[in-house]
Antibody, heavy 120, light 110 residues
Framework: QVQLQESGPGLVKPSETLSLTCTVSGGSVSSGYYYWSWIRQPPGMGLEWIGYIYYSGSTNYNPSLKSRVTISVDTSKNQFSLNLRSVTAADTAVYYC????????????WGQGTLVTVSS | QSALTQPASVSGSPGQSITISCTGT?????????VSWYQQHPGRAPKLMIYDVTKRPSEVSNRFSGSKSGNTASLTISGLQAEDEADYYC??????????FGGGTKLTVL
């Protein structure tokens, strides 16, 4: 059974870069057909799709975040990562990684999520 | 891309049925049969309940069903149980190969 686990700093200063990694176990990020996604949820608010990466390195991002986001994949470590630049308090959220079946917004499974707070 | 529109809250008594709507546009919900529904309990990650508008993962109860008409998708829960109390989110594939979520609906079991 595929499992995903997010890791990274829980506190980031304003204007700096938020960096998170998702480690995949029980399966391979190199599996064809699956896309590997990041989704976030500000406290008390709804879900927001950030973007995805395919094992080949092909990416697609939410237009509202595209200028600040980079998602990368390391097939040798079976991980994929999120970098979000120039963060502000509005980027404070629980960040989830998830597998997307076919790149069509069908997310299963999800990681447990990690809270990232942007504050000085 | 704008978020899909869901009611902020719905409620029902045990044993009853409820329906949650999810309204988008012809560029997302209406244009593709790729609508998913997620259940989220407090402090937990979302769980996939419905995909491809009407399909249900094997581990999900058949009390959950999905449908779509035009630009609006719906999630119906029959035989409400206390454990169904949670937040529910819809999502849809959208043009330019992106994904958009609804704002979420809080289900209260009375």
């Amino acid at each position: 059974q595929v499992q995903l686990q997010e890791s990274g700093p829980g506190l980031v200063k304003p204007s700096e870069t938020l960096s998170l990694t998702c480690t995949v176990s029980g399966g391979s990020v190199s599996s064809g057909y699956y896309y590997w996604s990041w989704i976030r949820q500000p406290p008390g608010m709804g879900l927001e799709w950030i973007g995805y990466i395919y094992y080949s390195g092909s990416t697609n991002y939410n237009p509202s975040l595209k200028s600040r986001v980079t998602i990368s994949v390391d097939t040798s470590k079976n991980q994929f990562s999120l970098n979000l630049r120039s963060v502000t308090a509005a980027d404070t959220a629980v960040y989830y990684c998830a597998r997307d079946d076919g790149g069509i917004g069908e997310f299963d499974p999800w990681g447990q999520g990690t809270l990232v707070t942007v504050s000085s | 891309q704008s978020a899909l529109t869901q009611p902020a809250s719905v409620s029902g008594s045990p044993g009853q049925s409820i329906t949650i709507s999810c309204t988008g546009t012809s560029s997302d919900v209406g244009g593709y049969n790729y609508v998913s529904w997620y259940q989220q309990h407090p402090g937990r990650a979302p769980k996939l309940m419905i995909y491809d508008v009407t399909k249900r993962p094997s581990e999900v109860s058949n009390r959950f069903s999905g449908s779509k008409s035009g630009n609006t998708a719906s999630l119906t829960i029959s035989g409400l149980q206390a454990e169904d109390e949670a937040d529910y989110y819809c999502s849809s594939y959208a043009s330019t190969s992106t994904c958009v979520f609804g704002g979420g609906t809080k289900l209260t079991v009375l």
